[in-house]
């Protein structure tokens, strides 16, 4: 089902697009490639929208930064200093979290209204992004789709091509909480959270990856034992199974009391864990969680890390896919 969701100050319209599929109801917009929500049943058959987002279009535009449910890049997560050197030149980017660059800059991914198509079991976004947009080179020609698999598996597949060397980390921003996402149903914290990291990249002060990886042993950052999850996390895992073709298998996330699951497959080689430390009115710290699976932060100033590159003739492409069960 498509229908109008509201307009852009500048006149554009913003159209939602509804999948549903085996039980599982899930919301699109063209505005940013925002999953507004998605609903799934609990063990007792209630439905509940387990994701943050807004009933109105003024409620994204209002509150940006959050990235709630966006289609986020070109680069997901941090660059430093808002730079980075590709073939002896140096690009220089947005610092919108100063002094980095963050989820693409000023007017990223998530700002821009995609052209959507339906195509069998989902719908597929697609966008131009100009040489030089945000700072970042090469003409990127970006699709990206969302599809339920007949079990009502949500999967977002990314691919990009350019015409210049360039660097691309894409990523889907939604906050989870599968309790049920209204302001004040009650915090993710308690959720039990596993998944299948090793090491993680520690941080300075400006959450920035030193360049080094450190075992999840004895830490905080193991989950390799489902756990609960609680709060103060804004770190990037490195996942087991690093970069590979297929989505693979890499977290779990419970909650005990509804008795909802959520799976997560991947072809990325890292996971954001990010706690909502930070949210705004109406959602308050704690209220959900982010699993953002991505390359590193920073990777195109860290060698050593898991390459961003993309060059002309070859294509991006990256799948994650969200399943839903219950205990």
């Not at 966006?70 to 100063?98: E, P, Q, S």
Request: aromatic share 8%.
């Amino acid at each position: 089902m498509t229908e109008l969701f509201g307009t852009l100050p500048d006149g554009t319209e913003v159209h939602r697009f509804t999948l549903e599929r085996a039980g599982v109801r899930v919301r699109v917009l063209s505005y940013g490639g925002i999953v507004q929500s998605v609903e799934v049943p609990d063990r007792e058959g209630r439905t509940a929208d387990v994701v943050l987002g807004f009933d109105s279009l003024e409620g994204y535009l209002d509150c940006p930064a959050p990235y709630f449910g966006a289609l986020v890049g070109r680069y997901a997560n941090r660059i430093a200093g808002a730079r980075f050197t590709l073939d002896g030149r140096t690009y220089r980017l947005a610092a919108n979290n100063a002094p980095n660059s963050l989820h693409g800059g000023e007017r990223g991914f998530d700002k821009r209204v995609w052209a959507v198509a339906e195509q069998a079991d989902g719908i597929r976004l697609s966008r131009v992004s100009p040489d030089g947009e945000e700072g970042f080179p090469g003409r990127l020609e970006v699709s990206v789709t969302y599809t339920l698999d007949a079990d009502g598996t949500l999967r977002i597949g990314y691919e990009a091509v350019t015409d210049a060397p360039t660097v691309v980390n894409l990523t889907n921003h939604t906050y989870w909480n599968l309790g049920g996402a209204d302001p004040g149903t009650g915090s993710a914290a308690g959720h039990e959270l596993s998944l299948a990291a090793g090491a993680y990249t520690p941080v300075d002060g400006d959450l920035i990856p030193t360049g080094v990886e450190e075992s999840v042993e004895g830490t905080r950052f193991d989950f390799r034992a489902a756990r609960k999850v609680g709060t103060g996390y804004d770190h990037n895992l490195v996942l087991d199974k690093g970069v590979t073709a297929g989505a693979e298998p890499v977290a779990e996330l419970h909650d005990p009391a509804s008795g909802r699951v959520l799976t997560v497959a991947t072809t990325e080689p890292g996971m954001q864990l990010y706690t909502g430390d930070h949210l705004p009115a109406p959602f308050t710290a704690g209220d959900a969680v982010a699993l953002e699976t991505q390359h590193y932060p920073d990777s195109p100033n860290r060698p050593a890390f898991p390459s961003t590159r993309l060059e002309p003739g070859r294509t991006y492409r990256s799948e994650t896919a969200y399943g839903f069960a219950l205990r």
